[in-house]
């Protein structure tokens, strides 16, 4: 079992920064992808970012080129730098863990973060 707990969300500007962290609660060396996802009012859940134990990342097209996910496995911790923030990256934003492959299997409870002037 792996509990993990977001934070970092917030309210923001559009055109501003924040970075999230999501903190595991055992080792994340055994762990092969981390991963952020995001769900917006009256929308499913989507796919934001992930990276594997071997650095490989992936992104999703919207958020190409402004965010960086990045993992510290001595911290057992995944990040997501945000820039260049839109009205519509609000969400709540959740991470997730697969011990093999990308199955995500281990959820946190998500962090708000709300993009707005």
């Known amino acids: 079992q792996v509990q993990l707990v977001e934070s970092g969300g917030g309210l923001v500007q559009p055109g501003g920064s924040l970075r999230l962290s999501c903190a595991a609660s055992?080792?994340?060396?055994?762990?092969?992808?981390m991963a952020w996802y995001r769900q917006a009012p009256g929308k499913q859940r989507e796919f934001v970012a992930d990276?594997?134990?071997?650095?490989?990342?992936r992104y999703a097209d919207s958020v190409k080129g402004r965010f960086t996910i990045s993992r510290d496995n001595a911290r057992n911790t995944v990040y997501l730098q945000m820039n260049s923030l839109k009205t519509e990256d609000t969400a709540v934003y959740y991470c997730?863990?697969?011990?093999?492959?990308?199955?995500?299997?281990?959820w946190g409870q998500g962090t708000q973060v709300t993009v707005s002037s």
């Open positions: 997730a863990v697969a011990r093999r492959g990308y199955t995500y299997t281990y």
């Open positions: 055992r080792s994340t060396f055994s762990v092969n992808a």
């Open positions: 990276i594997t134990i071997d650095s490989n990342t």
